[in-house]
């Protein structure tokens, strides 16, 4: 007998490019709601990690905002959502300088819809996370372009190479 969900088990990152994008309300770091229809006529650069302030998330995070102006220029906006508190993603802003939106998935609810929140495996212990997964929106709310089981380290400019062509 599994500790997890069959829908825990079984669920996995579905969509694919051209699939309309879930849509979703979250609160931002300070605690104003959000929504993905918010941004309609802009690219949405969704990106779903696992904490504030660990080492992975933390580099992913700063080469994101590093590139934001580059993004702003590109028609784009930058989305983090993690399952971390409105007063956590406050913290990891201030503590990294951050300058992009971070949304708070606290009943994980968001990340289940885009089929990120799954059983992972860590040094034999099976717990349920957020599998680092990046999805690119277009203007109109489809999906371009999913990236998945994303290493942290250069994403940031894959992305946006991706997005400028």
């Known amino acids: 007998m599994s500790e997890f969900s069959k829908a825990d088990l079984e669920r996995k990152v579905t969509l694919k ?3 309309i994008a ?3 309300e979250l609160e931002n770091q300070d605690g104003v709601k959000v929504s ?5 006529g802009k690219n949405v650069v969704l990106y779903f990690y696992p904490k504030d302030n660990t080492p992975g998330c933390t580099t992913e995070a700063c080469e994101f905002s590093g590139l934001y102006d580059e993004f702003i220029k590109n028609d784009s ?3 983090g959502v993690s399952p971390d508190s409105v007063k956590s ?3 990891f802003i201030t503590k990294q300088s951050l300058k992009h939106i971070l949304l708070a998935d606290t009943d994980k609810e968001v990340a289940k819809s885009y089929g990120v929140w799954q059983v992972k495996k860590n040094y034999g212990k099976e717990y349920l996370g957020i599998v680092r997964t990046t999805f ?18 250069d994403h940031a400019v894959k992305v946006l190479g991706d997005l400028v062509g």
């Open 17 to 19: 490019a051209g699939d």
């Open 136 to 153: 690119v929106i277009d203007k109109t709310g489809k999906i371009a372009k999913v990236y998945k089981s994303v290493k942290a380290k």
């Open 89 to 91: 993603h406050a913290n």
């Open 77 to 79: 906006v930058i989305i």
């Open 22 to 24: 879930p849509n979703f």
């Open 36 to 40: 993905l229809k918010d941004f309609v």
